[in-house]
């Protein structure tokens, strides 16, 4: 780095030094030589006035030869003196007549016509460059030729001291680009290297730096920077331990998955579940081998949806729920909820309920029993024991239908009723239901009928065990006639939807406010406790049709507009 700095600023350095050099050489050795020149033409113009004076006054006391030694001894050049027709008459510096007609010479050509002549060239026998002045003089002209030599070593003195200044300053700026470049470097290397143990991790190195140049602001504002980061990191980190701990407290196993099916993480719960504990970073079937939590995870990693699945082969003899969940930059992370608990309480209670209900049965039918025979004994007068029997036998039938009604729930509940599903075509499970119910419906005064026969025809065959949808359309349609009678009729038909088909019994009666419908299927569920007793209801008909269709693959649910009647509506796969 440091010869880097070093080599560029010597390289500037040197740019700078030639340029001055070759301005000072153009601009002040150009006008220095300029106005030495001006200066000594000045001069030999005045000096060759004098001599053309002189030829003038004293042509007759001197000779034109001595004139001519006289004058360019005192003025240090050579004096030639030519006759108009350009014969040279003297000169001091070759006799007169040894030099060929200088006429036509730039000078005397000017000075013979009159004007004081000027002209620099080099003289062809010398070899250098001379400054010539001629001015005219009655009988011809007088030149005074000064060499110019003196100049040009003046120039080359100049140059040499230029030369030599530069030289010095080269040496004096490699200097200060040694100091320069050592001292900058230095300071470059240390931002270096805090850059380099920040990027490291070293997230607390600081440069330090006190100088406010522009490498001071760029150490400045590394060091902010790291700072932030460690802000952020320590933030990062705290809320990471807080939801490592708040995981690890959990009672639910939870671990995260990548998109290529690597184990990322998993919580303790989840590394005693597995007795070879997690394996991190190894592909998740290391850690869980059961298919279907394995599936649920790859579907959540692929589809991008929460996918649920019940796992049964984590632990021998325990059942999870497991729900996946998409992370944002792919993988999934999945819980598991160990579900054995909740399921034998579940078992407990459906037995118990079913054997308590199964216990019920005689009792109440031998109580049933009696009391009818009790009843068809005693005389129609026999006032209040008739009227006493006829509660006793009135109430043991509403608690056998309960204990009927609580067993075929638990049954169904727990699966142990198996249902036979077959491909059944709509239409036959809508009239089956008519045909059962068409008279009772008449003896309450209501018409049973179903809607629009030429619609079921294209419908497909749904998967169901015709028994089971028999006594789901009994509970519906017994409470149309119960609930809904004052509509005066009640109608049954199904519609084609996607993969399934939708059953529907529609009554026209006083209908359900809408804040009943979503608990209408929980067991004991009633809106109108008093009426449902009095017309023998149990609570448990909605229950026991719901678990139907949910055992069926299917769904169902209920409709209603106040004052206008109910529908409720059903669906079953299509076969
Ligand atoms: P219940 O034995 O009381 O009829 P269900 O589970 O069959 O029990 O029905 C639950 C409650 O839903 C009923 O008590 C009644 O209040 C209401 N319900 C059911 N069907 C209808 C209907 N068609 N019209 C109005 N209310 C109804």
Do not use: C
Request: charged letters at 25%; hydrophobic letters at 45%; proline letters at 4%.
């Amino acid at each position: 780095m440091r010869s880097g700095i070093f080599l560029k600023l010597m390289a500037a350095f040197l740019v700078v030094i030639l340029a001055a050099a070759v301005t000072f050489d153009v601009t002040l050795g150009g006008a220095w030589q300029a106005s030495l020149r001006n200066e000594i033409e000045r001069n030999l113009v005045q000096k060759t006035q004098l001599l053309a004076h002189r030829v003038e006054t004293d042509r007759s006391g001197h000779s034109l030869a001595d004139i001519a030694a006289q004058e360019a001894q005192s003025a240090g050049a050579r004096v030639t003196i030519i006759d108009p027709a350009g014969n040279v008459l003297a000169d001091s510096e070759s006799g007169a007549g040894a030099v060929e007609n200088v006429a036509q010479r730039k000078e005397f050509a000017a000075a013979l016509s009159g004007r004081v002549g000027e002209d620099q060239r080099r003289s062809a026998t010398i070899g250098t460059p001379f400054l010539y002045v001629a001015a005219p003089v009655s009988g011809g002209a007088v030149r005074l030729a000064y060499p110019l030599s003196d100049v040009e070593a003046v120039s080359l003195q100049v140059r040499r001291r230029l030369e030599l200044a530069s030289g010095l300053a080269f040496f004096f700026a490699l200097f200060v680009a040694a100091i320069a470049s050592q001292w900058t470097s230095r300071r470059l290397e240390r931002i270096v290297d805090g850059a380099a143990r920040i990027a490291d991790g070293d997230l607390q190195a600081r440069i330090l730096e006190t100088s406010h140049d522009e490498i001071g602001r760029v150490a400045g504002a590394i060091d902010k920077t790291a700072r932030r980061v460690e802000q952020s990191f320590a933030a990062v980190r705290s809320s990471q331990r807080q939801l490592e701990t708040l995981l690890n407290s959990m009672q639910d196993a939870v671990i995260a998955v990548s998109a290529d099916g690597l184990v990322q993480w998993a919580n303790q719960p989840m590394d005693r579940l597995v007795p070879q504990g997690t394996r991190l970073q190894q592909p998740v079937v290391e850690t869980v081998r059961d298919p279907d939590f394995l599936a649920a995870v790859k579907e959540a990693t692929t589809t991008h949806e929460v996918k649920t699945a019940r796992a049964t082969s984590i632990v021998p003899g325990r059942a999870f729920d497991v729900t996946a969940a998409p992370l944002p930059d792919g993988g999934a992370v999945a819980v598991l909820r160990d579900l054995t608990e909740t399921e034998r309480v579940e078992k407990t209670r459906r037995d118990f309920i079913a054997n308590v209900s199964h216990e019920l049965r005689t009792p109440l039918t031998s109580i049933q029993g009696y009391a009818e025979t009790l009843l068809d004994s005693t005389p129609e007068n026999g006032a209040p024991t008739r009227e006493f029997l006829e509660i006793i036998r009135k109430n043991s039938g509403r608690m056998a239908r309960l204990t009927e009604d609580l067993l075929t729930l638990a049954r169904v509940e727990s699966g142990e009723t198996r249902f036979e599903s077959e491909p059944v075509p709509p239409a036959e499970l809508l009239h089956d239901a008519e045909e059962s119910f068409r008279e009772i419906a008449r003896s309450h005064g209501i018409d049973l009928q179903i809607q629009d026969l030429s619609l079921l025809e294209g419908l497909p065959q749904v998967l169901a065990d015709r028994e089971a949808i028999h006594q789901v359309f009994a509970n519906l349609i017994d409470n149309a006639l119960k609930y809904g009678a004052s509509g005066g009729r009640v109608v049954l038909g199904a519609r084609s939807v996607p993969h399934a088909v939708e059953f529907f019994v529609q009554d026209f009666g006083a209908g359900i406010a809408s804040e009943h419908l979503p608990r209408l299927f929980e067991r004991f569920y009633r809106v109108d406790k008093a009426r449902s007793r009095e017309s023998g209801g149990t609570g448990l008909g909605l229950a026991i049709a719901k678990h139907i269709m949910l055992a069926h693959g299917g769904s169902i649910r209920a409709e209603s507009d106040l004052a206008h009647g109910s529908t409720f509506l059903f669906t079953l796969p299509t076969a």
